[in-house]
């Protein structure tokens, strides 16, 4: 005879398959459409308004119990959404802003020190191939040099990108406007209950457990790479301001090099390889001895990034570097960017599901 509580469970189960199974879907259609930057935004929007109206109504609503008539508590009732909307949307309003004065900063210190940085390195890395043995530079394919030649000796697809990019732009802009309408108003919704006062229906339950699980995960991890990013560019900083002159060592294109630091460590463990690396590529010049010291430097930093990415990641989801390196370069390959900025979130999602099902 079958026990009605494990029969229950069964079947929350089995709804829950179903719903993971629909969040990959849209996942995958969402990224294929070409709209992954709307579900980033949508994603921490959506974290934001629920976080924003949390707080409120822990705040204001021991306040609203207060009164005594039905009207006046209707009429506050609606005050930590409405709180909570002005301020998701004025704090939009004002990332927008930032966003676009930090992009037009970008855009020109790249243009200004992008040629000259990637010359250096090219530059350092020719040094590099030119002290090696014959028989070592005999299997290397090509010269570093070579790379930049065949980036720049055909320019027509990126005058068709600079031509592209208004229409690129305002479509952006048009998932930024949908994800902050959708983001609120999921957010902010308030499940009905059934008109004959019976159970939610099973499905939506498990949906609505399941979608909270995927947020949580984005939440983890986007909030994770914000504390490695803030890390990484501190400690970069200290290196390249304190500890290198110090021993009269002065890096060239240094707050191009510090800026590339911060967006590059916002990319889960890829992103602290892409930073390290080219630290390493402009440092070679200066003699071995540098060039092992940033090395080392570097991998202390690698590795004190365990603590962070453990305290906040590690008790949830027991993801490794590898497996979240393998996430990231299948959605980069699949989906571009957005897929490379999602994949970590969708892998630690799945085997999050994995571990409470048993399967890992």
Known sequence: MTN???HQENSLVRWEYASVIGILAIWVCMLSFKIGVGLIAGLAIFALTRFTRRGFVLLLQP?????????????F??????LTTAVVASAVILLCLGVNSGVRFVIQTMTQQGPQLVEEALRNLNSVTASLPQAIKEHIPGKPGDLFKMISKDDSDFVDYIRNFGGASFFIFLQFVFALILGVSAALLVPAANGNGTAPRPLAVAW???????????TLLMGAQVYVSIWNTFCTAV?????????DVVLPFRELLLMFTAVASL????????????????TIRYGVF???GSLVYLFIIHKLEYFVNGYIIGRNVRASVPEMLMAIILGEVA???????????????LKMHWQRWGWV
């Open 239 to 247: 290196f390249i301001y304190g500890i290198l002159p110090a021993f």
């Open 63 to 75: 306040h609203i119990n207060k009164f005594k008539g039905r009207f006046m508590r209707a009429l």
């Open 208 to 218: 609505l457990q399941t979608l909270e699980k995927y947020v949580r995960c984005f």
């Open 335 to 349: 989906f571009g960017l957005p897929g490379l900025i999602t994949a970590p979130v969708t892998y630690a999602f």
């Open 267 to 282: 990319i889960p463990a890829a992103g602290n390889i892409m930073a390290n690396t080219l630290i390493l590529v402009l």
């Open 77 to 82: 009732g609606w005050l930590p959404t409405f």
């Open 4 to 6: 009605p509580v494990q």
């Open 290 to 292: 540098v060039a092992l």
